[in-house]
């Protein structure tokens, strides 16, 4: 795996023989399928979280205080018994689920040509995390999005 970091570099050379497979444009309706299933997961987590998530770890709180019981600590095994009885693990689980399914829909989305230069800019918009530095994302990821600002903006083609 690579960093995005190397983008700069590839903008840098846009002369290189195509180091991935000029990519057709994928139609519009494909992009706006494939959004609306990111968008849905997306939307569908935050909702869990604020129904289920959110509660059973205010009630986690109350319970053993902010800074849950570790393995090996006094309260340990009741902790653990309150995790399983209270359904928080079940909770847990479903999140993790849940943020796989938004994952997947964001990685078919960054996989996918963009048809147009808004889609182009929401993949870049996602190359970065939310404090600023450069998420890491497979190679492939990275040579689609060159593909799409060399096949989407003036005077690059």
Request: glycine fraction near 4%; aromatic fraction near 8%; include cysteine.
């Amino acid at each position: 795996m690579r960093a995005l970091a190397i983008l700069p570099a590839m903008i840098a050379m846009p002369n290189v023989a195509s180091a991935a497979p000029l990519m057709v444009c994928a139609p519009t309706d494909a992009w706006d399928a494939a959004m609306a299933r990111y968008c849905t997961s997306k939307a569908d987590l935050a909702t869990y979280e604020r129904s289920y998530y959110e509660p059973n770890l205010e009630a986690q709180r109350a319970k053993f205080g902010e800074d849950h019981p570790v393995k090996g600590e006094a309260r340990w095994l009741e902790y653990r018994e309150w995790r399983a009885v209270s359904g928080f693990d079940a909770v847990v689980k479903q999140c993790d689920i849940m943020a796989e399914a938004e994952g997947d829909a964001q990685v078919a989305l960054l996989r996918m040509p963009a048809p147009h230069l808004t889609a182009l800019r929401w993949k870049l918009e996602q190359t970065f995390e939310l404090d600023g530095e450069i998420a890491l994302w497979v190679e492939d990821i990275a040579l689609t999005i060159r593909s799409d600002f060399l096949r989407l903006l003036p005077g690059e083609a």
